[in-house]
């Protein structure tokens, strides 16, 4: 008998959790990181402009900095971040625009964000990396 309430709360917390990822998905609809298949172009380093508002970022991480290291966009712009790694996994963190990635070598995370305020935007390495680690950031100043 205890055992099938211990397998039936086991199962109940399963369920509980399926369903805040299920709500958590669709809360953040658009938002969730997507998937894109990787080439050889995402390992160049650059920004380049779509238009007047729009932008895209390529970052390429390594031990221990991202590049570019500062990019400057100005406000009310809409950035597609992609970010990739030239060896170990590396984080992505813009914790002011809850941006949260990986870099791993050989694949592409991408996001978007929307800079509606001015201010440096400190992006931050938040997977152990090795020594350098605490000191690999970069800034994406809106002004
Ligand atoms: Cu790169 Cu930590």
Known sequence: KFERTVIGVALLVSALFIFCLFYAMGAKKGNVTECLPYDKSYEDARVSQLDKNTYQ???VARMWNFEPSVVYIPVGSEVDFFVTSKDVVHG????EKNVNLMGVQGAVAKTTVKFDKPG???VTCHEFCG???QNMQ???IVN
């Open 120 to 122: 440096v935007y400190k």
């Open 131 to 133: 020594t350098g680690h």
């Open 92 to 95: 992505f963190e813009i914790s």
């Open 57 to 59: 970022v390529f970052y």
């Open 138 to 140: 970069a800034e994406v």
